[in-house]
């Protein structure tokens, strides 16, 4: 069995439609909405902590009018090993509005412990920022841009009344929109990983930046890290998390890389004589899978080529 095979076999075990449960149900049973995009800490003395958010019906495509989307960031606590989650923090829009910056959606969120406490990225969809010089036309009414703000404090609870300060944002039109933050090492240094969007959302790249022992962005960042498949994937991947394998045997220091993908940004409509096939589109990715070895996220494999995990 080869390396491919071995790390195909290991994700599909993680990651087991039929084996896994609702810890945290939407506001509502129908199309559109969802509890998630975030990600799952344990703390020292055993409890874990899950952050995510309520995203209700909408489309990003033409602003709040068609929805309320992002509608609150949440953190809840388990006690019980997972049995059970219960919620001790909760964010409105307003509530991560950043002086003349009002939040229109909250989007992708990471929670980390540090030696200096807690600390959350969330991204969130703005108004008050506005398009590039010369493309301000293509900003539709009613839309915002994405960008990702931090929040610390000493402890997770604390995180409630902490300053919401701006982390990372972009002026460049290809990758104007940064959202969906999570964390990872690149040769030896901690990192944000972000996906970005172009000014004509088009498409959806992934990238990274390094933070600095504070946890604020340090230097510029390398938005292309791990850029659109050619197949399934070639309107988007975004990668959503990296999980470092035990080592067994030869140890290669292999983490796991999950993202998601489509093959168009608005669903198509098939040939009647097309292999029906998942094409994947906004709101509706598949899942793909990746590798890294050691810790050199410059030199990510892509392991979904022509097809979905």
């Known amino acids: 069995m080869t390396l491919v095979d071995r790390l195909t076999r290991l994700a599909s075990l993680l990651i087991d439609q039929q084996r896994a449960r609702v810890i ?5 049973s129908s199309q559109g909405y969802w509890f998630g995009g ?30 309320q989307r992002g509608l609150e960031l949440a953190i809840f606590r388990s006690d019980d090993f997972g049995d059970s989650f219960q919620k001790v923090l909760s964010f409105s829009k307003r509530d991560l509005n950043v002086d003349s910056r009002e939040v229109l959606s909250i989007e992708g969120s990471a929670l980390r412990l540090t030696e200096r406490g807690a600390e959350l990225f969330v991204s969130t969809e703005k108004s008050g920022i506005g398009y590039p010089e010369g493309l301000e036309s293509y900003l539709k009414p009613g839309t915002g841009v994405w960008t990702i703000d931090r929040i610390a404090a000493d402890s997770i609870k604390l995180l409630a009344d902490a300053t919401v300060a701006p982390a990372l944002e972009s002026s460049d039109p290809r990758f104007v929109h940064i959202k969906d933050p999570f964390f990872g090492r690149h040769r030896g240094h901690d990192y944000l990983l972000f996906c970005s969007h172009p000014f004509s959302w088009t498409s959806s ?105």
């Not at 990003?60 to 068609?66: Q, V």
């Not at 850029?227 to 399934?232: A, I, L, M, N, V």
């Not at 975004?238 to 220091?253: E, I, M, N, Q």
């Not at 589109?281 to 892509?302: I, K, M, P, W």
């Open 24 to 28: 945290v149900p939407p506001l509502r």
């Open 38 to 67: 975030g990600n799952l800490i344990e703390d020292a003395a055993g409890s874990l902590w899950l952050v995510g958010r309520y995203r209700n019906q909408g489309d990003s495509r033409t602003g709040l009018g068609a929805g």
């Open 205 to 309: 790249n992934t990238g990274y930046v390094r933070l600095s022992a504070e946890g604020f962005v340090d230097g510029e960042p390398r938005f292309d890290c791990f850029p659109r498949g050619f197949t399934w994937d070639v309107a988007m991947t975004r990668a959503t998390s990296l999980v470092p394998l035990p080592a067994v045997g030869k140890d290669l220091g292999i983490q796991l890389v999950f993202y998601d993908g489509g093959e168009c940004v608005r669903d198509l409509d098939e040939h009647h004589s097309a292999v029906s096939r998942p094409r994947g589109y906004s709101c509706e990715e598949l899942g793909g899978l990746a590798f890294v070895t050691g810790d050199d996220l410059d030199n990510l494999q892509r392991i979904s080529i022509n097809e979905p995990a």
